[in-house]
């Protein structure tokens, strides 16, 4: 019973954290963006999140500081500010960066093939179809996230495996 309320009590406290990310939004732009826009985010991003989020980079494993964290709370993109994982499908994985086996809702995510580990070596796709990739970007603002994989635990199967620097965390306190 106790965990139950812990669960109810841990969900209403994400809904309001929601609700208040909501009121904090970062106005975007799409493609085609300016180099004003792009000289912002050069000066309001580190550099490392911003090689990550405009240049499809990636932080090295295990080094990114949302990769071991176990606090109840949200994960947002740090472009746009929009909710994209909660904790609770947070787990360890392993590799290295922060994995999740879902988002909180498909439409915050754009899924685009990624096959720029081959370049144009066309027999070394042939022969290793698993080198092509599957990319995760924010759906809100393109920022490049990470990728996902088949390889997840239950109940998708999937791991979402995403850049610390893609992300800023926002935790929930139990204390309320």
Known sequence: MYCRNRILRLSSDILQLR???????????????????????????????YHVTQEKGTERAFTGKYNKTTEAGL?????????LFTSETKFD???????FNDVIDQKKVKLTTDTSNVGA????????????RTEVQCGKCDA?????????????G??????????NFHPINPEK
């Open 144 to 156: 490049h996230l990470g990728h996902v994989f088949k390889d997840g635990p239950p109940p998708t």
């Open 158 to 167: 999937r791991r979402f495996c995403i850049n610390s620097a893609s992300m």
């Open 93 to 99: 994985s392993g590799c290295g960066w922060p994995a």
């Open 19 to 49: 609700n208040n990310i909501g009121l904090i939004r970062i106005r975007t732009m799409s493609q085609g963006e300016s180099a004003d826009y792009k000289a912002d985010l050069k000066k309001r991003l580190s550099p490392i999140q």
């Open 121 to 132: 070596n066309l027999l070394l796709l042939i022969t290793n179809p698993g080198m092509i």
């Open 75 to 83: 994960y947002t993109c740090v472009v746009c500010n929009e909710t």
